[in-house]
């Protein structure tokens, strides 16, 4: 599995660094976010290293989708019942913050802090 050795949710991917895990498998990670906009905020990730979403291709389309399929599974354990929000942020102008592909899943009363 390709990681970045310098990128932070690779690291936290290989359990270098500690994060509360909402979900893990062979191929993805979910943890709390640690700056949360909502009640409920949690990132979900691939563990291999890819950097944005311009890097992705049809060999990641099956993983993307598990992403996608995993939100609401995990946004209804954690207690979201009225909705949530799902966000990738990509490049500069889509103010990604960590190079590495994540998705925001963000749920629960209003008002958030954001978004």
């Not at 990681?3 to 290989?14: H, L, V, Y």
């Not at 009640?39 to 950097?51: E, G």
């Not at 890097?55 to 598990?66: S, Y």
């Amino acid at each position: 599995m390709r990681r970045d050795p310098s990128c932070i949710f690779c690291k936290i991917a290989a359990g270098r660094i500690a994060s509360r895990k909402v979900f893990e498998d062979d191929e993805l990670l979910a943890f709390h976010d640690i700056a949360p906009w909502a009640p409920v905020h949690f990132l979900i990730i691939p563990k291999q290293h890819i950097a944005t979403m311009y890097d992705t291709g049809d060999e990641h389309a099956a993983m993307m989708g598990r992403m996608l399929a995993l939100a609401p599974r995990l946004a209804h354990e954690l207690g979201v019942v009225n909705g949530f929000r799902v966000v990738i942020n990509t490049g500069p102008d889509g103010r990604q913050e960590v190079q590495h592909v994540h998705m925001h899943v963000m749920g629960g009363p209003r008002p958030w802090l954001r978004g």
